[in-house]
T-cell receptor
Framework: DGGITQSPKYLFRKEGQNVTLSCEQN?????MYWYRQDPGQGLRLIYY???????QKGDIAEGYSVSREKKESFPLTVTSAQKNPTAFYLC????????????FGPGTRLTVL | AQTVTQSQPEMSVQEAETVTLSCTYD???????LFWYKQPPSRQMILVIR??????QNATENRFSVNFQKAAKSFSLKISDSQLGDAAMYFC???????????????FGTGTLLAVQP
């Protein structure tokens, strides 16, 4: 089945630790995105990547880092610099054609203890 | 900058009835896309329907249809014959039609939580 997978589904982190969230897609999509969702708010863009080895900051990139070494993979690291990391994180991907739609993975719930 | 506003935090509908969710947006662009995404309790974001701004005809997908009013910058979602499985958070989203870069990002509203009563 083609799709987007995210792991783990739930993640717990102690303060001061870095954690990495996985996002993999087998849709042969060019672009990948990371969004953060907080209660009562819509999704906000953290980082995006249009091609391998290239990525750009979104609206709320502080305290996060990403890499794009393979077309299929776009991991997100939540660093200790992120002041309020507890949230739901969604990965999305899209073919780069003008009319294409973004499709989302199932998400990862990160909780800082 | 573009913004998306959903003014109804919660809505309720009886099973088999029709409900309309509201969405307004602000943009200076003439070419863009609008979307409705559904997020059920599983939290998976599912595309419900998509509208291209340069198309005057309202998009329809089975029981879901939109009322796109470009001049008023309004994009409402109508769900007909509501089913229990329609209960979810619904998000309206905007995307510029430009190619590449941050123009491809989705700008979301804050969502409307739809309850379906049996």
């Amino acid at each position: 089945d083609g799709g987007i997978t995210q792991s783990p589904k739930y993640l717990f982190r102690k303060e001061g630790q870095n954690v990495t969230l996985s996002c993999e897609q087998n849709l042969n999509h060019d672009a990948m995105y990371w969004y953060r969702q907080d209660p009562g708010q819509g999704l906000r863009l953290i980082y995006y990547s249009q091609i391998v080895n290239d990525f750009q900051k979104g609206d709320i990139a502080e305290g996060y880092s990403v890499s794009r070494e393979k077309k299929e993979s776009f991991p997100l690291t939540v660093t200790s610099a992120q002041k309020n990391p507890t949230a739901f994180y969604l990965c999305a991907s899209r073919k780069q054609a003008r009319t294409d739609t973004q499709y989302f993975g199932p998400g990862t719930r990160l909780t800082v203890l | 900058a573009q913004t998306v506003t959903q003014s109804q935090p919660e809505m309720s509908v009886q099973e088999a009835e029709t409900v309309t969710l509201s969405c307004t947006y602000d943009t200076s662009e003439s070419d863009y896309y609008l979307f409705w995404y559904k997020q059920p309790p599983s939290r998976q974001m599912i595309l419900v329907i998509r509208q291209e701004a340069y198309k005057q005809q309202n998009a329809t997908e089975n029981r879901f249809s939109v009322n796109f009013q470009k001049a008023a910058k309004s994009f409402s979602l109508k769900i007909s014959d509501s089913q229990l499985g329609d209960a979810a958070m619904y998000f309206c989203a905007y995307r510029s039609a430009g190619y590449g870069g941050a123009t491809n990002k989705l700008i979301f509203g804050t969502g409307t939580l739809l309850a379906v009563q049996p």
